[in-house]
Nanobody
Framework: VQLQASGGGLVQAGGSLRLSCAAS????????MGWYRQAPGKQRELVAR???????NYADSVKGRFTISRDNAKNTVYLQMNSLKPEDTAVYYC???????????????WGQGTLVTVSS
């Protein structure tokens, strides 16, 4: 199983970016998917998560600015980031809780991370 994240880059404050993360491999079902971020010198933190049914939750710091969505047919999760601030600068990691077999419990898988840099 691989989670391939893309869409990071350098943007000015107030700008927008859209992150994508596609899960591939031997997957029978995907439960929750989400985005986390880790800024230099800080712990990894939750940004947003979305369930298989479409329910979402967000970190308070991004509410109203970021939107998480998913395409179940493509096993892909997106993060639309608007009104970006310098404090959003971090490596963003995608996460999926999924099953590779009906005979095995689900587990957490992580993407490689994509760097988002917001300049002031």
């Amino acid at each position: 199983v691989q989670l391939q994240a893309s869409g990071g880059g350098l943007v000015q404050a107030g700008g927008s970016l859209r992150l994508s993360c596609a899960a591939s491999g031997s997957i029978v079902s995907i439960n929750g998917m989400g985005w986390y971020r880790q800024a230099p010198g800080k712990q990894r933190e939750l940004v947003a998560r979305i369930t298989s049914g479409g329910s979402t939750n967000y970190a308070d710091s991004v509410k109203g600015r970021f939107t998480i969505s998913r395409d179940n047919a493509k096993n892909t999760v997106y993060l639309q980031m608007n009104s970006l601030k310098p404090e959003d600068t971090a490596v963003y990691y995608c996460n999926a809780n999924l099953r590779t077999s009906w005979r095995a419990p689900s587990g957490d898988y992580w993407g490689q991370g994509t760097l988002v840099t917001v300049s002031s």
